[in-house]
């Protein structure tokens, strides 16, 4: 009787949820929405890029960007070419972010999969639920997920072009507070983590303004970097190559920090991607409990 009831235990640990996530094609995908310095301006002079990418934002085979066919490649710079289509792109945040996460946690983190849907010069109104901006992101996103894959969070650094009209910048919080529900509702993922990058330029004199909106916004799972300060290109708007990896490197010490210290993996928030840990965890769990009946028998 005890061993058919350990048989039980061992057997539905063998098949809890979490196991069903433990799957060689699952991705840790992000979403990369926003304007220009999301989509990458580092090291575009003249509309020109210098083709320089740094050691921090260069390739990985573990590191895939979808394409604007929703096609799976290796990730390169500029991951917004062929999306953010009517500008020059160059260096972004996305590739240092993807290579910091990969080399610090290689074995939670399996592949990546970075999905671009930056736009420049795109203010938040354009952003809104019902907009081509925001069908396009869920579009995208939907298809990402499709052949195997957890959104895993929503890298947000846009509001430069809001900045220009003050109403525009009196409004963005409620606006963008808006965007970011909508977006967890649409994607049926209410705890999703985002990061904004709070702005350190603007196209209009209302850059405080904004800055205020963005850091007032007060979600769960919700964090903010802070860009201001930050090397700029000659135009004093966009972030520079070696700003963008800074900036990279601080969105994914900031990603890390949502995830559970512990390896043991977390049933009440399934977004926390488990690609190694149940393996090791179910091995250990079915092994003692074979122990333990063994050791049962034995005392029969
Ligand atoms: C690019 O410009 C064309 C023409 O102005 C416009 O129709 C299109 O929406 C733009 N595409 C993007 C992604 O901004």
């Given at each position: 009787?005890?061993?058919?009831?350990?048989?039980?235990?061992?057997?539905?640990?063998?098949?809890?949820?979490?196991?069903?996530?433990?799957?060689?094609?699952?991705?840790?995908?992000?979403?990369?929405?926003?304007?220009?310095?999301?989509?990458?301006r580092?090291?575009?002079?003249?509309?020109?890029?210098?083709?320089?990418?740094?050691?921090?934002?260069?390739?990985?085979p573990?590191?895939?960007?979808?394409?604007?066919?929703?096609?799976?490649?290796?990730?390169?710079?500029?991951?917004?070419?062929?999306?953010?289509?009517?500008?020059?792109?160059?260096?972004g945040?996305?590739?240092?972010?993807?290579?910091?996460?990969?080399?610090?946690?290689?074995?939670?983190?399996?592949?990546?999969?970075?999905?671009?849907?930056?736009?420049?010069?795109?203010?938040?109104?354009?952003?809104?639920?019902?907009?081509?901006?925001?069908?396009?992101?869920?579009?995208?996103?939907?298809?990402?997920?499709?052949?195997g894959?957890?959104?895993?969070?929503?890298?947000?650094?846009?509001?430069?072009?809001?900045?220009?009209?003050?109403?525009?910048?009196?409004?963005?919080?409620?606006?963008?507070?808006?965007?970011?529900?909508?977006?967890?509702?649409?994607?049926?993922?209410?705890?999703?983590?985002?990061?904004?990058?709070?702005?350190?330029?603007?196209?209009?004199?209302?850059?405080?303004?904004?800055?205020?909106?963005?850091?007032?916004?007060?979600?769960?799972?919700?964090?903010?970097?802070?860009?201001?300060?930050?090397?700029?290109?000659?135009?004093?708007l966009?972030?520079?190559?070696?700003?963008?990896?800074?900036?990279?490197?601080?969105?994914?010490?900031a990603?890390?920090?949502?995830?559970?210290?512990?390896?043991?993996?977390?049933?009440?928030?399934?977004?926390?991607?488990?690609?190694?840990?149940?393996?090791?965890?179910?091995?250990?769990?079915?092994?003692?409990?074979?122990?333990?009946?063994?050791?049962?028998?034995?005392?029969?």
């Amino acid at each position: 009787m005890l061993l058919i009831l350990l048989l039980l235990v061992s057997h539905s640990l063998l098949l809890s949820p979490s196991r069903s996530l433990a799957h060689p094609v699952d991705k840790a995908i992000f979403i990369l929405a926003g304007q220009s310095n999301m989509a990458g301006r580092g090291g575009v002079i003249n509309n020109v890029w210098d083709q320089l990418t740094p050691q921090a934002s260069s390739p990985d085979p573990t590191i895939l960007r979808l394409d604007a066919n929703h096609r799976w490649h290796v990730a390169r710079e500029p991951l917004h070419r062929g999306i953010d289509v009517n500008h020059t792109c160059g260096v972004g945040p996305a590739m240092a972010f993807a290579n910091s996460i990969i080399q610090r946690h290689p074995r939670r983190v399996g592949v990546i999969g970075l999905v671009p849907c930056a736009v420049g010069g795109t203010n938040i109104t354009q952003w809104a639920r019902g907009g081509w901006l925001y069908g396009q992101m869920i579009r995208r996103t939907t298809a990402a997920v499709r052949d195997g894959g957890t959104v895993q969070g929503l890298v947000w650094y846009q509001g430069e072009s809001d900045t220009v009209v003050k109403v525009d910048a009196e409004r963005y919080q409620r606006r963008l507070e808006k965007l970011f529900l909508d977006i967890r509702t649409d994607l049926q993922s209410p705890m999703l983590p985002i990061l904004q990058v709070a702005i350190a330029s603007g196209e209009g004199p209302y850059i405080e303004e904004v800055r205020q909106a963005q850091m007032g916004v007060d979600l769960l799972n919700f964090k903010t970097i802070d860009a201001m300060g930050l090397p700029l290109e000659p135009d004093k708007l966009h972030l520079t190559t070696p700003a963008q990896v800074y900036l990279g490197e601080k969105l994914a010490d900031a990603f890390l920090k949502f995830l559970p210290t512990q390896e043991e993996p977390n049933p009440t928030n399934m977004l926390i991607h488990t690609n190694n840990a149940p393996n090791v965890l179910h091995f250990f769990c079915s092994y003692a409990t074979i122990i333990i009946a063994l050791f049962f028998v034995f005392l029969h």
